[in-house]
């Protein structure tokens, strides 16, 4: 099975709540998490070791996702609102991450590890 390599910042809450739930769209197990140390984006490393990263990297992603294929030529056909979207969030992030519940971050940490495990 092809893989695609998804870093991120360990460390922000948020960060891994939105990687959990990537995961989770990704039935068909493509898509393997790996923290990543000093990002200032997150990055998506695809088979070929090709790697995108920020705005850039959403239509990658989405098409490796079910139903994702129209979400990612929008993304292809306005790539500079992607990225400032992207920036947008990512810029707030902390904020985005406080009202987070301690529960919702364990859950992220578990389906992370879990998909972690199973990419083994």
């Known amino acids: ?6 870093l991120y910042d360990p460390d922000c809450g948020f960060c891994r709540v939105c990687v959990a739930v990537v995961l989770r769209w990704d039935r068909d197990g493509r898509l393997r998490p790996a923290p990543g140390e000093a990002l200032d984006s997150w990055r998506l ?11 850039a990297a959403f239509s990658p992603l989405l098409r490796v996702l079910p139903g994702g294929a129209p979400l990612a030529r929008l993304t292809d056909r306005f790539p500079r609102a992607a990225e400032r979207a992207y920036r947008f ?6 904020a985005f991450g406080k009202p987070l519940p301690a529960s919702a971050k364990r859950w992220a940490d578990r389906v992370i590890s879990e998909s972690a495990r199973d990419s083994r």
């Open 45 to 55: 490393i695809l088979p070929d070791g090709t790697t995108a990263s920020a705005g």
């Open 89 to 94: 969030v990512a810029d707030r992030r902390s």
């Open 1 to 6: 099975m092809t893989e695609h390599t998804i």
